[in-house]
């Protein structure tokens, strides 16, 4: 797949993953190899495909995984008995996922209403410049974070563009974690 097939989020995501990576040991969460074909040379873990049915399970696998936090750029499964912390993106993708079966094709219409649920169970909401943190006001829930990217080109696929962006991303997976964790020992206490 070249860039120019590629959405706004898909190409922003790979500029996002490759600056990460720079700065913090990460693992990438694929659902087809095809993907690595776009994605930065990075450590990976093949997951079932979004449209899946037992991909409801999904965070119990990630769960038995040890995860301490995920990032998805675009909510794309349950969070059913999660462990971990969890940032996603407010985006939903616009065209049909190249990755996805019949079934994600099929389920389409419904994405937008899946996607508002999966960002309301999100301990984080992050937007990418202002209609995107428009669209993550209207689908979060009172009091829950939602932090503004706003890069000097949303569409650049390199690493050295979302630096700064890698940074700010860094500090909010590392206040939700601690939060996570200071709300695990107060359960504990209790």
Do not use: C, K
């Not at 590629?6 to 694929?30: E, K, Q, W």
């Amino acid at each position: 797949m070249s860039a120019r097939e590629d959405d706004a989020v898909s190409t922003a995501s790979r500029g996002l993953t490759r600056a990460l990576g720079s700065i913090h040991p990460l693992t990438m969460l694929i659902s087809d190899h095809r993907q690595l074909q776009v994605l930065p040379a990075l450590p990976w873990q093949l997951l079932r495909a979004a449209d899946d049915p037992r991909d409801v399970f999904t965070p119990l696998g990630l769960n038995d995984a040890g995860v301490d936090l995920v990032f998805s750029p675009v909510p794309v499964w349950g969070t059913l008995r999660r462990r971990y912390g969890l940032v996603v993106g407010s985006a939903a993708p616009v065209h049909s996922d190249p990755y996805a079966g019949i079934g994600g094709r099929m389920l389409q219409p419904l994405r937008p209403v899946f996607h508002r649920v999966l960002q309301r169970s999100a301990d984080a909401v992050v937007a990418i410049a202002g209609a995107g943190q428009r669209d993550a006001v209207t689908a979060t829930r009172p009091g829950q974070p939602i932090v503004r990217l706003d890069p000097h080109d949303v569409l650049s696929p390199a690493g050295a563009d979302w630096s700064d962006q890698a940074d700010q991303l860094m500090q909010l997976f590392y206040d939700v974690h601690r939060e996570r964790r200071a709300r695990a020992r107060s359960d504990d206490q209790r």
